[in-house]
């Protein structure tokens, strides 16, 4: 079946015409000539997969990585085009709510397109006695493409799996599900994380530390194995953290901490923050979704106090240390679910609140409580843009959008994420 690719869709589908119906495939720039296989026929859509590409766009690269379709489909398409293609699709979920015709839709780009990603877990996979290291195949749970080097993540980060899966070979370390690897670009410095399925020995360890454990900068090894009380996390040589700097500020993160991949656009989203916000030095800030600390610790030199709410037990563990080793005094750590504490926290006024959930977005009960109780400003930072515009036709009965910008913290990839500003309406034009 040949199909004509019209356009690319969120998140990263190439559509088309046929007969009458939408055709959705997995890969295709906008004026090519495709031939592809129909995987699931509806009413009016077929979902298909693209076998080959007949008619080429001057567009197209060739992609650097073996296994791109796996991770990152978007390795096909020249750098500037995917931000063309990404700030379209921005436009065409958030339209409704933004006039990208007459206000500022900026879509800031990566100033490394490749090897930008500071971490990276990948799969042992065995075939005989040959292991090697691997990704999920997208949509499925225990299927999976061989990685030979990553090119999103870091080199370090690469080198250093290479050498670990060498190990794992000679020594045959069989129980050895997982391997991730974090690097600082602010030190240089590598953490290595092992998913074993049970309890390593000490002589599985010691191979590791003695082989890649020295011949590289890695600050330390740590083992994360499943025991009966649940997930036991041992650090079996050096620290259990690399420390990153964010505009001036140190963060402590650990082997199972959340932390931004792509260093440099989470620079450009805090200037961003500052600038839009205008702090004066009196501002109340909460932080709802607090993680290690970073939004709420860079910018508490800026306000007068700040709140993080967080309920992860590992991350409020380096949010305590982050805290102490900034000497940020004026954070104040809420420990639960956000929703918890949202209504303490708002009824104490808040001037900011910043939110950076996942991607399936605000919980309700947040959500109802900062209509009910608006906070003077909101930065939301979101992941997928099709719950940020869920979510902000909600907050816009109490709050007006006043900037909007999308970020590409992914290149190479269909991810996009998108910081929006909010301003809480006076009183009595709510509701609306």
């Known amino acids: 079946m040949r199909i004509a690719i019209e356009k690319i869709v969120y998140p990263g589908r190439s559509l088309a015409l046929f007969e009458g119906k939408t055709v959705l495939t997995d890969e295709g720039l906008p004026g090519e000539l495709v031939e592809v296989e129909p995987t699931k026929e509806k009413k009016n859509l077929i979902e298909a997969r693209t076998i080959r590409v007949l008619e080429r766009s ?36 958030l339209g409704s709510l933004w006039d990208f015709d007459k206000k500022d839709a900026d879509f800031v780009p990566s100033p490394k397109i490749w090897n930008y990603r500071n971490r990276t877990r990948m799969r042992v996979l065995w075939e005989g006695r040959r292991p090697s290291l691997a990704y999920v195949l997208p949509g499925t749970r225990n299927k999976y493409v061989k990685i030979e080097e990553c090119h999103l ?29 974090r ?33 590289f900068p890695v600050r330390g090894i740590v083992s994360i194995f499943r025991a009966k009380t649940g997930f036991l996390e041992k650090t079996e040589w050096g620290e259990n953290f690399i420390e990153e700097k964010v505009r001036g500020a140190t963060f402590m993160i650990g082997a199972r901490s959340f932390f931004q991949v792509n260093i440099d656009m989470l620079d450009s989203v ?30 508490a030199g800026r306000v007068a106090e700040v709140y993080g709410v967080e309920s992860d037990a590992a991350n409020i563990f380096f949010l305590k240390k982050n805290i102490a080793l900034n000497g940020t005094a004026n954070y104040r750590i809420h420990e639960g679910q956000g929703e918890e504490w949202t209504s303490l926290i ?14 399936k977005g605000l919980e309700p009960a947040t959500l109802r409580l900062l209509i009910e109780n608006p906070a003077a400003r909101i ?26 910008r999308g970020y590409d913290f992914f290149p190479q990839t269909p991810h996009i994420e998108v910081l929006a500003g909010l301003e809480r309406k006076p009183r009595e034009t709510r509701g609306g």
């Open 58 to 93: 001057a567009r197209r690269t060739v992609p650097r990585c073996s296994h791109y379709m796996t991770c990152s489909p978007y390795q096909t398409a020249a750098y500037p085009y995917q931000i063309e293609v990404k700030k379209s699709q921005v436009e065409e979920i």
């Open 153 to 181: 993540v870091s080199k370090a980060a690469n080198e250093l799996l290479a050498a670990v899966l060498d190990v794992v070979s000679e020594k045959q370390l069989r129980s050895l599900r997982e391997i991730e690897a």
């Open 183 to 215: 690097v600082s670009w602010a030190s240089g410095a590598l953490l290595l994380a092992l998913f074993w399925t049970e309890a390593p020995k000490p002589t599985d360890i010691d191979s590791i530390i003695s082989g890649p454990g020295t011949r």
């Open 270 to 299: 805090i200037e961003d923050i500052e600038a839009w916000a205008g702090f004066k030095g009196s501002e109340r800030l909460a932080d709802l979704y607090g993680g290690l600390g970073t939004f709420g610790i860079v910018l």
């Open 346 to 359: 708002l009824a104490k006024r808040m001037d900011v609140v910043i939110v950076d959930p996942p991607r």
């Open 379 to 404: 930065f939301y930072l979101s992941c997928n843009p099709s719950t940020l515009a869920r979510d902000l036709k909600e907050l816009r009965t109490a709050y007006e959008i006043t900037s909007l």
